[in-house]
């Protein structure tokens, strides 16, 4: 499988290249050069989870992987997995499931492609004989899932930066009680967008990222978006193969793009419904062909606390019918103007698959209490977010599966607002509340962030 770049100057690359490099060199995001055909293995109603992602994905590796390295890597993280299904449907209510992705090492879906990621730079680089330091900035979860998916990594060194004292005690025991050395977590005493500046400004800083091969994790990496295909095909499948609707709790736009990219491979999934918090410039456009960025105002699912959804260009490069050009010039207006202009023969285009509806903090709370009342289940803000929004557009008629991406003990202060009670602590997490944590916490300064790799990370 080759892979082009939805700005369209880019050389093309294979999978390896496309791994590594996370980000096409004329900035866009790295695409399949053709969408493959799911076959009957992909389809077959009996597969398991791991044997499912096998089949999928198989066909976006070739020429890039050894089929049978592929899927032994796959076994191996899947079967890490809480539950022996991986990703269990259960239902709510008539016609409407929840697709639990939340039973990972860090219990929210990021594990699923995450955890594959971590063994898929090991592979490549093992066979490479190569070295790199992974640096990312977190607002929770991205962090937790990176730290548990490289821990103890030979090939990798992992730079962590969160603000100090915004993120929940659970997701930050997650990264600090890790005990393996190449793991360095850095609480930045600024905000979230501080951490983000200054990993931006390490990786303009030429020599050090070369000296330090300095890589990256985030959403826009194309395998992370591959193996997410794996869970909608795998719910469609075991509804019994008709046409299925999805909900889905959105930030980036990674987790949704992925449904969208197995529709592409020819599963029947003619709606997505894309749930967003009151930061809603997905739900404004699809549904009023707004996308313009407003400030960012913190919510009960702060995963989705974002502005800018960095895996948007990949629709966007569908819509314009790849002509990468054209998806330069539509980038280069949002960033300028901060409104992306888009005609309305392509946003009715994106209408007819799409569907938004923001969900504010108070209705993310009566959904957690509805869904409680109803059912005995608790669900998470985020998830919470995503099964409203499926109990406002849903087609009754049709199957809709909504993706439960966090477990709620994950966030339990939303959870006691919303039933009077906090959901019980999973045996994982309550051992984690006994160790001892280790970060390095700095003042928002790059020069100490620059001397501090340099002293305590392995160069490669
Ligand atoms: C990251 C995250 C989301 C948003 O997913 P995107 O791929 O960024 O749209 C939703 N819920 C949870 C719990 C998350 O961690």
């Given at each position: 499988?080759r892979?082009?770049?939805?700005r369209?100057?880019a050389?093309e690359?294979?999978?390896?290249g496309v791994?590594l490099?996370?980000l096409?060199?004329?900035?866009g995001?790295?695409?399949?050069a053709?969408?493959p055909r799911?076959?009957e293995a992909?389809r077959?109603?009996?597969a398991?989870?791991a ?5 999928v ?6 020429g890039?992987l050894?089929?049978?390295?592929w899927?032994?890597?796959l076994?191996g993280?899947?079967?890490g997995?809480r539950?022996?299904a991986?990703?269990p449907?259960?239902?709510l209510d008539t016609?409407l ?7 990972g ?10 955890q594959a990621?971590?063994?898929?730079f ?16 977190t607002?929770?979860?991205t962090?937790?899932?990176a730290v548990e998916?490289v821990?103890?990594l030979?090939?990798?060194d992992?730079v ?10 659970v997701?930050r025991?997650q990264m600090t009680t890790?005990?393996?050395?190449n793991i ?5 005493e ?7 500046d ?7 800083d030429t020599r050090?990222r070369e000296e330090w091969r300095?890589?990256?994790v985030n ?12 869970y909608?095909?795998h719910?469609?499948v075991?509804?019994g193969g008709?046409p299925?609707a999805f909900?889905?709790?959105?930030g980036?736009?990674?987790n949704?793009y ?5 529709r ?6 003619p709606?997505f419904?894309?749930g967003s ?8 456009f699809?549904?009023?062909?707004d996308m313009?960025?407003?400030p960012?105002?913190?919510s ?8 800018v959804?960095?895996n948007?260009?990949r629709?966007?490069h569908d ?5 990468g050009?054209a ?11 901060g409104r992306l ?5 392509r946003w009715?285009?994106a ?8 969900v504010?903090d108070?209705?993310?709370?009566a ?15 985020h998830?919470?977010?995503g ?5 406002a557009?849903?087609d009754p ?5 909504a993706?439960?991406?966090?477990h709620p003990a994950?966030?339990?202060d939303?959870?006691?607002r919303?039933?009077?009670?906090r ?5 994982a997490l ?5 160790r001892p ?7 928002n300064d790059l ?13 490669p």
């Open positions: 499988m892979y082009l770049s939805t369209g100057e050389a690359r294979d999978f390896s791994l490099t996370g096409a060199e004329d900035g995001l790295w695409q399949p053709a969408w799911l076959d992909a077959a109603p009996g398991g989870y044997a499912r992602a096998f089949a994905t198989r066909p976006f590796v070739a890039g050894e089929a049978e390295d899927r032994a890597l076994a993280v899947y079967a997995f539950h022996p991986t990703a449907l259960v239902q016609n499931w929840l697709m639990e992705l939340f039973h090492p860090t219990f929210a879906f990021k594990d699923l492609a995450m990621l971590g063994r898929l090991d592979l490549v680089l093992k066979a490479r004989s190569e070295r790199i330091t992974i640096i990312g900035a607002s929770g979860d962090g937790a899932a998916a821990r103890g030979e090939t990798i992992l962590m930066l969160y603000p100090h004292g915004r993120i929940s005690d997701q025991r890790v005990e393996e050395p360095h977590t850095v609480a930045l600024g905000t979230f967008d501080d951490c983000q200054l990993v931006k400004a390490l990786f303009a050090l300095f890589a990256a959403s826009i990496n194309w395998a992370r978006v591959m193996v997410q295909t794996v909608y095909v719910a469609a075991q509804l008709g299925v909900s889905v709790p959105s980036n736009f990674g949704v992925a449904g969208c990219a197995a592409e491979m020819g599963l029947d999934a709606r419904i894309v918090n009151s930061n809603d410039i997905l739900a404004r699809f549904e009023a062909g313009s960025t407003r960012v105002t913190p009960w699912s702060p995963s989705m606390d974002i502005q959804s960095s948007f260009e629709l966007l819509l314009l019918e790849r002509d050009p998806v330069a010039r539509h980038m280069a207006a949002f960033r300028q103007s202009p888009l005609d309305e023969a009715q285009a209408r007819r698959l799409f569907r938004g509806h923001a504010d108070e209705d993310t709370l959904e957690i209490a509805r869904t409680h009342a109803a059912t005995g289940m608790t669900v998470d803000p998830t919470a977010v099964v409203a929004a499926a109990r557009l849903r008629a049709m199957p809709t599966v993706l439960a991406t966090a994950k966030f339990p939303a959870v006691e919303a039933i009077g009670r959901p019980p602590l999973p045996d309550a051992a984690q509340a006994e944590e280790r970060a390095a916490r700095m003042a020069g100490l962030l620059k001397t501090f790799i340099r002293e305590r990370v392995r160069r």
